[in-house]
């Protein structure tokens, strides 16, 4: 498994902007599809983008499409998730997974690695 840490999470206000890094380390980084999920206070864990290895394919739910953009420094071994128009729904724990399989990215599931998430707050 790989160590992944997120960071960069806080409180914004609505129409605002944030990115999300997220830091892996233990194993080779781009062996790894990368996947960002998120959880607000009562609700289950959705997906919301993902990027292939070499970051060629990104994936995005409809509710953030056109607002946010995942990319991967595989030199870096990071993988960010810049957020802007934010709205007060999109409050939440963002956690980024990782998993070496390639098709049922939408799934939390496929992922074997997790952070431990950081939090984002947007006000209206």
């Known amino acids: 498994q790989v160590q992944l840490v997120e960071s960069g999470g806080g409180l914004v206000q609505a129409g605002g902007s944030l990115r999300l890094s997220c830091a892996a380390s233990?194993?080779?980084?781009?062996?790894?599809?990368m996947g960002w999920f998120r959880q607000a206070p009562g609700k289950e864990r959705e997906f919301v983008s993902a990027?292939?290895?070499?970051?060629?394919?990104?994936y995005y739910a409809d509710s953030v499409k056109g607002r946010f953009t995942i990319s991967r420094e595989n030199a870096k071994n990071t993988v960010y998730l810049q957020m802007n128009s934010l709205k007060p729904e999109d409050t939440a724990g963002y956690y980024c997974?990782?998993?070496?399989?390639?098709?049922?990215?939408?799934?939390?599931?496929?992922?074997?690695?997790w952070g431990q998430g950081t939090t984002v707050t947007v006000s209206s």
């Open positions: 997974a990782a998993s070496k399989v390639l098709t049922g990215l939408k799934s939390g599931s496929t992922y074997d690695s």
């Open positions: 233990g194993r080779t980084f781009s062996d790894y599809v």
């Open positions: 990027i292939s290895t070499y970051g060629i394919t990104r």
